[in-house]
C-alpha cells in the first residue's frame, strides 16, 4: 500500500538533505556555554546560524531567542508581557482562530487577573478590525494575531494590525509558525514586537524553535537556569535541532521555489473535488492563504471516520488541529469561523509539501471520492433502518 503524507500543517517529513547531515552534526556535542575549543566549537556554530536566521529574516541576530518551539515562545511573550505591563495594562486582545498554545496562556493569565477579549473573524476568516479600533485603549497591553491559520489556511494582515496595536502603546504578538518555509516574509516588515517559530513545520527536528523578541521589548525569561541566549531562555542549547533548523534556514530559498507549483497543486486538487463530489466547501477560500493549505467541509461525512478510512488506505491529512485529534469536539477554530457545530465536524484539512507530487494528489482524489460515497451511503441506509 502507498503511504502518502497529506498532513505537512501538522509536522513536516526531514528534508531528505538533512537527514543524511545529521550523523555529522552529532560529531559536535560541545557544551556552548564551556570556554574550552569543544564549547567554543559549537557555540560558534550556533552564533553562525543566529546570524543567518537574522539576515533572512531582516534582524538583528540579538533578537532570537533559541527555544524549544512555537508553543514555549507564545507561552513566554504571553506570560512575559502579563507579568510585566499586567498592572498598568491589564487589557489583552486575541483572535479567535489563534492555536491552543496561545489561546491557553491566555487562560492562564486570565486565571491570574487578566482582561484577555477575542477578536471576531469572519466567515471566511478576515479578522475584525472594528472590534480592535472599539476595545483598544491605554490600558491594553497586547495584541496577539498569527501570521497564518494552521487549519483554514487563512493569512491575515499583520502589518496593518501591528500598526493598529502600535496607534494605541499596546504590543504586538505574531505566532509566525505556520508561515515560516510557506510564505515569503521578513520580520522586519511586519512590524511585530514578538513572533515565534517552529522548525518541525519546515522540515527539521522537532522540539527546536526560536522567539523573535524586538529591542527594547518587555521580557522575563519562562525558563530561568543558566546564562544561556544572553540570559533569555535557561537550559543547555538543544545543539542538534539548532544545527537542523540552521540547515533548513539555508535552503529558504530553494523551498520558496516550490511555493508556486505547490499552490497550483492545492488549487488544482479543490477544482477537482469541487467538481467531481457533491455538496463540498472549501473554507476561507475567498481571502489571502497559505498555498499549500485546503479546508474542507464535506457534508454528511462525519470527519473522523473519514480520517480513518484513508488511513487505513494510506492516506495521512487530518480533521483540525493535530493536537486535538483523538478530540471528538469540533475544532474551536472553524466554530470560531461560524461553522455549525455538524459543519466542523465533517471537515477535511489536506496540507501539501514542498515535495507532494501530481501523481500523489490524483490518488488521493480517486480515494476520497470513493471513501465518500461510500460513507454517504452508509449514513443514508442507517436513515432507513431506523
Ligand atoms: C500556529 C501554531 N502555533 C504553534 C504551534 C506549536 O508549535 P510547537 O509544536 O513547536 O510547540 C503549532 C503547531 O501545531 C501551530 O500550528
Known amino acids: 500500500m502507498a503511504k502518502v503524507y497529506l498532513d ?15 550523523p555529522d552534526f552529532l ?18 556554530r550556533i552564533q553562525k546560524i543566529r546570524h543567518q536566521i537574522a539576515e533572512s529574516f531582516g534582524i538583528s541576530p540579538l533578537e532570537i531567542i533559541f527555544n524549544s518551539g512555537g508553543s514555549e515562545g507564545n507561552n513566554t511573550v504571553i506570560k512575559s508581557v502579563f507579568q510585566i505591563l ?54 491594553t497591553a497586547m495584541v496577539s494575531v498569527m501570521l497564518a491559520n494552521n487549519e483554514t489556511g487563512s493569512i491575515y494582515p499583520i502589518k496593518a494590525l501591528a500598526d493598529l496595536a502600535h496607534s494605541k502603546g499596546a504590543l504586538f504578538h505574531c505566532d ?14 511586519l512590524g511585530v ?19 523573535y523578541v524586538k529591542k527594547g521589548s518587555p521580557y522575563v525569561n519562562l525558563v530561568h537556569g543558566g546564562g544561556q541566549e544572553r540570559h533569555r531562555r535557561g537550559g543547555t542549547e538543544n545543539i542538534l535541532g539548532i544545527l537542523s533548523l540552521g540547515f533548513m534556514a539555508e535552503k529558504l530559498s530553494e523551498v520558496s521555489l516550490q511555493f508556486d507549483r505547490i499552490e497550483k497543486l492545492r488549487n488544482y486538487f479543490e477544482a477537482r473535488i469541487l467538481s467531481e463530489i457533491p455538496d463540498v466547501v472549501v473554507n476561507s477560500a475567498q481571502g489571502l492563504r497559505l498555498p ?24 495521512a491529512v487530518s480533521t483540525g488541529a493535530a493536537c486535538s485529534s483523538g478530540n471528538p469536539e469540533p475544532s474551536p477554530v472553524l466554530l470560531a469561523l461560524g461553522l455549525s457545530r455538524e459543519e466542523a465536524q465533517s471537515s477535511l484539512r489536506v496540507s501539501l509539501g514542498w515535495q507532494t507530487s501530481q501523481a500523489e494528489v490524483d490518488l488521493f482524489i480517486e480515494t476520497l471520492k470513493s471513501v465518500v460515497i461510500r460513507l454517504r451511503s452508509l449514513k443514508e441506509d442507517s436513515k432507513v433502518i431506523r
Do not use: C
Open 8 to 22: 505537512h500543517n501538522g509536522t513536516t517529513p526531514l528534508d531528505p538533505e538533512l537527514k543524511l547531515k545529521i
Open 86 to 139: 499586567g498592572h498598568e495594562r491589564p487589557h489583552f486582545l486575541v483572535s479567535s482562530v489563534e492555536h491552543p498554545s496561545v489561546m491557553k496562556s491566555y487562560e492562564a493569565i486570565k486565571a491570574l487577573g487578566a482582561h484577555v477579549e477575542k477578536i471576531p473573524v469572519s466567515r471566511s476568516g478576515q479578522i475584525d478590525f472594528e472590534f480592535i479600533q472599539s476595545r483598544l485603549s491605554e490600558k
Open 292 to 315: 499549500n493549505t485546503s479546508s474542507l467541509i464535506l457534508q454528511d461525512v462525519d470527519g473522523e471516520t473519514l480520517l480513518m478510512s484513508l488511513d487505513l488506505k494510506g492516506f
Open 176 to 189: 509566525a509558525v505556520q508561515g515560516f518555509g510557506k510564505i515569503p516574509f521578513q520580520l522586519k516588515d
Open 193 to 211: 514586537d514578538y513572533a515565534t517559530f517552529s522548525a518541525h513545520k519546515f522540515y527539521a527536528l522537532k522540539g527546536t524553535g526560536f522567539l
Open 27 to 44: 560529531d559536535l556535542w560541545g557544551n556552548p556555554s564551556s570556554i574550552h575549543w569543544a564549547g567554543r566549537e559549537t557555540k560558534s
